[in-house]
Nanobody, 121 residues
Framework: QVQLQESGPGLVNPSQTLSLTCTVS??????????WSWIRQPPAKGLEWIGY???????YYSPSLKSRTSISRDTSKNQFTLQLSSVTPEDTAVYYC?????????????WGQGTQVTVSS
């Protein structure tokens, strides 16, 4: 059973960098055909995909957030990390890490429980 757990500060000052880590257990983040994503949900809005780091280490980001986003990984700890720079109150959201499987039915099959991040001074 794969488990994902987000961790990081719940409050970030405007203009600073938001940093969250997802710790994965029950499976390796280097296993072929899995993509490790960050997704967020602002208050009263739908889910927004932020980006992923693939099993190969390749990254891909949402065009709308690309200029502020960086996703990296530590394979020795089986963790991957989101950094979102120059945050504003519009970045306030519940942030999720999730695994996307490229095996049929090609879906996000495991999710973390989510962590609330508030951007405020």
């Amino acid at each position: 059973q794969v488990q994902l757990q987000e961790s990081g500060p719940g409050l970030v000052n405007p203009s600073q960098t938001l940093s969250l880590t997802c710790t994965v257990s029950g499976g390796s983040i280097t296993t072929n055909r899995y993509f490790w994503s960050w997704i967020r949900q602002p208050p009263a809005k739908g889910l927004e995909w932020i980006g992923y780091i693939a099993y190969s280490g390749r990254t891909y980001y949402s065009p709308s957030l690309k200029s502020r986003t960086s996703i990296s990984r530590d394979t020795s700890k089986n963790q991957f990390t989101l950094q979102l720079s120059s945050v504003t109150p519009e970045d306030t959201a519940v942030y999720y890490c999730a695994r996307y499987s490229d095996y049929v039915p090609k879906t996000f099959d495991y999710w973390g429980q989510g962590t609330q991040v508030t951007v405020s001074s």
